[in-house]
């Protein structure tokens, strides 16, 4: 049975201290993270608010992206190996914003996934597509693409324990969600790609979130869908009722 996981993406919100503010008025409310896993992922400067706050509670920890190497001369960027000596549980890459804004490519997600392992943490892999392939009927293509080339050389266990976020670049804050037919039909056909890099096993384990315009309006209607074991939310992540709402979307 896999565990499902909603992870707020605050990208570039909150500032330490409403992080802590924001922790406080969650922290007591999140539900059992062996029903649902709880996850924040904040921007860099606000993650050591985060770990304090997060303390001892349920809240899982990570960081919105990371360097594929753990120390030298890379000037501005996060070492993978501090923050797992922070206390980070996750750290998404490939989100279609780094890829877009910051020419993230396939190569650089890829070795940045095997920094994440080499240091113990578990990535959160992006892909999705645009509007302009999903209008030319590719988007299977596209993103099967992507998860070739960020899985490529990692282990079938290292796989298991990872998580894909699928995100559709038109539904990400536009408040256009693809229908849950439309999200479930791409988390299957990741599953299926999954099943043959890899095998059944690492397929059955492996969590595939949705994300683009999660709410706590539409939580249920894309939990209920059988390849969708998450969301990734960046807007209704920023507000501790929204984010409490959509944690305890089982309640
Ligand atoms: O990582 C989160 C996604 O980019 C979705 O953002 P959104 O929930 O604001 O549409």
Known sequence: MRTPIIAGNWKLHMNPEETTEFVEAVKDKLPDPAKVESLI???????????????????????????FEDEGAFTGETSPKVLKEMGMDYVIIGHSERRIYFHETDEDINKKAKAIFANGLKPIICCGESLETREANKQEEWVV??????????????????????EPIWAIGTGKTASSDQAEEMCKTIRETIKDLYNEETAENIRIQYGGSVNPANIKELMAKPDIDGGLVGGASLKPDSYLALVNYQD
């Open 41 to 67: 992922c904040a921007p860099a400067v606000d993650l050591d608010a985060l770990r304090r706050a997060a303390k001892g509670s349920n809240l899982r920890i990570g960081a919105e992206n990371c360097y």
């Open 145 to 166: 693409n992507q998860i070739e080339a960020a899985l490529d050389g990692l282990t079938a266990d290292q796989v298991s324990s990872l998580v894909i976020a699928y």
